[in-house]
């Protein structure tokens, strides 16, 4: 029975919601024989809340078989100096700490961010164990692209030496879109030894928590009647939110009515775009929290329509692996996809309209064409979706492709 650490700085539980790609990928290992450790940071970056007591030193908690372990790092708000001393707080716990639980046979580290595959790689050469790297998202280039970092500045240069370090250490490298392997194997690594997970969903999870949780539970609600929009996520300058107010403001200069916004989730940009619905006097838009990712298939079950949206930015050649959308495609409803991407799976699989991002009138002709069809429309062509993420991305799928890269 191999034992598995897993390092992924921001790895969640369902309960608290979020990508819970390692959650899913430990069930599922576990359920094979396997034993599994997550090691993750005790502060909720979206929800900006701790985990931990104040003082507490850290935590273990059995999670559904999982052996998680709680690290204590400091509190933050953006991306600036605190954030950068939370993921070195990870860093000097892990490296400090690894002898106090039982020693792994493998050791995944997952970046976002980098310091935890470094201290995945220092910890596998102490207990002689194999090192296996995940990159999820390529830093520091997503942050060169969206304009947090200038390429030549020193953070970005310690970053990318950072990045090769890890590239060059590693036994194999795990990335979970079809772009970076281009990216990596120009950086000098041999293609053999990167393998494309993509993220997905656990199917047959998502449909017992879409019967066993039901909405009356949480704040949101729907009016009977309407055609619903929903958005699940964040709500940051990535994910180009104000696109879709904007067409809203079309659409009601237009004088279309009987469609509502639901837009859950947390982000920095959350409060700007609450404001800027009331000065565009959108009353048909609602804002609420995040939700545990329990009642995540109840959510998206009363949509009529589902949206995922991004900025127009050459970040996305290399590819997109959001979890939502795997979630989003499970629901069997049509999507609106605002992305301009290698590996567009609404277009592939027929699930919806894909669209220019950032663009309004697009976004408002995609909400009203939907609106023109009739329910069996929509459900014909939302269930495209749901058979394609069934072939493809189950979980159960993608961990036949993990485990082949544990078990070498």
Known sequence: MNSIWILNHHAVTPQIGGGTRHYDFAKELIRRGYRVSIFASSFLHYKCENILKEGEPS??????????????TRPYKGNGKDRILGMLDYYRFMVKNYRNYPRPDVIIGSAVHLLA?????KISKKVNARFISEIRDLWPETLIELGSLKRTGIVARAMFALENYVYKRSEKIIVTAPGMVAYITEKGINRDNIIYINNGVDVKSFDE???NYDLINTPIRFEDGAFHVVYIGAFGRANALDTLLEAAQVLKERAITGIDFTMVGDGPLKEQLVQKAREYGLTNFEFYQSVSKQYVPA????AD??????VDSPLY???????????YLCSG??????INTINDVVKESGCGISINPENKDEMAEAIYSLYKLSGIQRASMGMKGRKYVESYFDIRILANKLEEVIKV
């Open 305 to 310: 329509c589902l949206v995922f949206s991004a």
């Open 59 to 72: 935590r273990e908690e059995d999670i559904d078989g999982i052996h998680w372990i709680w690290i204590p």
């Open 209 to 211: 928590r879409r019967q």
């Open 299 to 302: 959510l998206l079950s009363r």
């Open 333 to 338: 409803k049509p999507i609106i996809f605002a």
């Open 117 to 121: 595959c470094v201290a995945g790689y």
């Open 317 to 327: 050649r290399f590819g997109i692996s959001a979890n939502k959308l795997f979630d």
